[in-house]
T-cell receptor, first 115, second 113 residues
Framework: AQTVTQSQPEMSVQEAETVTLSCTYD???????LFWYKQPPSRQMILVIR??????QNATENRFSVNFQKAAKSFSLKISDSQLGDTAMYFC????????????FGTGTSLTVIP | DVKVTQSSRYLVKRTGEKVFLECVQD?????MFWYRQDPGLGLRLIYF???????EKGDIPEGYSVSREKKERFSLILESASTNQTSMYLC????????????FGDGTRLSIL
């Protein structure tokens, strides 16, 4: 089984500042996808950004970007210009393309944006 | 937009009861998933399904079963509820093809007394 590790259970950031959430994973596969999901308090989990392992270019979605280091098996999420609405639990997830569509999630990082 | 609907946001049941959690998606997704979310443990997969009447065990299937009689509906069943099954339960769905993200419901917070 794949493992996904998020080593920061809780983080905080000042509004308008930049924060980076870390994620590492363990796999022997070469063909996979990585995702970051956001779960606001008492609200639905939604996709923030995804990265295909064969693409070297880091994915970007507005204020959200990733630093994908395939050799190091690292997939961090950078949030720029943090907003109060970014306060949420963030989950990193791994999907092995060759074995179907099962996702493996990390334990999550609780991010608080401080006004 | 994809809509994944879970039948209850909050549910309270008693030990030993048979509990049904229902999930319906409206996007013709082949895959459907049931997760359990506990603080410090993240999301753990209970069961998933690739097609009607098909099911696969996830990481923590013990004490649970599932049913998928129609493509849009995936039910999670606690055969005899126990207090250690008190948790948040999340349903998700996705297309079968790889790289497709999972779409989640709002979750059901289940308390077993």
């Amino acid at each position: 089984a794949q493992t996904v590790t998020q080593s920061q259970p809780e983080m905080s950031v000042q509004e308008a500042e930049t924060v980076t959430l870390s994620c590492t994973y363990d796999t022997s596969e070469n063909n996979y996808y990585l995702f970051w999901y956001k779960q606001p308090p008492s609200r639905q989990m939604i996709l923030v950004i995804r990265q295909e392992a064969y693409k070297q270019q880091n994915a970007t979605e507005n204020r959200f970007s990733v630093n994908f280091q395939k050799a190091a098996k690292s997939f961090s999420l950078k949030i720029s210009d943090s907003q109060l609405g970014d306060t949420a639990m963030y989950f990193c997830a791994f999907m092995n393309k060759n074995t179907g569509n099962q996702f493996y999630f990390g334990t999550g990082t609780s991010l608080t944006v401080i006004p | 937009d994809v809509k994944v609907t879970q039948s209850s946001r909050y549910l309270v049941k008693r030990t030993g009861e048979k509990v049904f959690l229902e999930c319906v998606q409206d996007m013709d997704h082949e895959n459907m998933f049931w997760y359990r979310q506990d603080p410090g443990l993240g999301l753990r997969l209970i069961y998933f399904s690739y097609d009607v009447k098909m099911k696969e065990k996830g990481d923590i299937p013990e004490g649970y079963s599932v049913s998928r009689e129609k493509k849009e509906r995936f039910s999670l069943i606690l055969e005899s509820a126990s207090t250690n099954q008190t948790s948040m339960y999340l349903c998700a769905s996705s297309f079968f093809q790889g790289s497709q993200p999972q779409h989640f419901g709002d979750g059901t917070r289940l308390s077993i007394l």
